[in-house]
């Protein structure tokens, strides 16, 4: 079935340094792709999508760009914060319900630790 | 904004015991999900439902059970728990639509200690 690959972490950076968290997948369609990020104590809230090729998600200072070729959806983000630190989730849809919804796969996460 | 409430933060249990877990949205969302959430496991799917009294199993429902008697709540139960169910539970809600760009809501999780 279809699959999400997330790097590992945790990644730690200094304050002001440039972030790449890599995402790639498999899917039999189309799917659209998100990028979801869980703060401490919290759960999970949507960080950017993007649903179809060559698409650019983006949101708060974080890009993400749905590249076919390559099956890949990876996170940037140009200086990243103190208050970025947070886990992020790479994810697609896919149709899996009787009733035609499209639920969301979830890669492992990839812990994101910045430090000032 | 779509409030995702779960009932309970922390939850501590004893084995053989049975649990039950608890979500409600407020937006009239037509799918819910029960998710766990394990170190280097990442989400993964119990049970989802996408209608009252409609369920189907994910990718990990042995050992649970799920109930969706009214639109708003969804519950996550443990007939009989184990320790192997000790995890973060996490509940969301989607608006059921016929297109793959649809976020889902999140609540923000119930830890359960099975003892």
Redesign the interface.
Known sequence: GDSVTQMEGPVTLSEEAFLTINCTYTATGYPSLFWYVQYPGEGLQLLLKATKADDKGSNKGFEATYRKETTSFHLEKGSVQVSDSAVYFCALSESRASGGSYIPTFGRGTSLIVHP | DVK?TQSSRYLVKRTGEKVFLECVQDMDH??M?W?RQDP????R?IY?S??VK?K?KGDIPEGYSVSREKKERFSLILESASTNQTSMY?C?S?T?????????F????TQLSVL
């Open positions: 995702v037509e799918n999900f998710y280097g496991l990442g989400l799917l989802f996408y209608d409609m189907e996490l969301a989607q059921e639509r016929t297109t793959t760009n649809e976020k889902l999140f609540g923000s999780g």
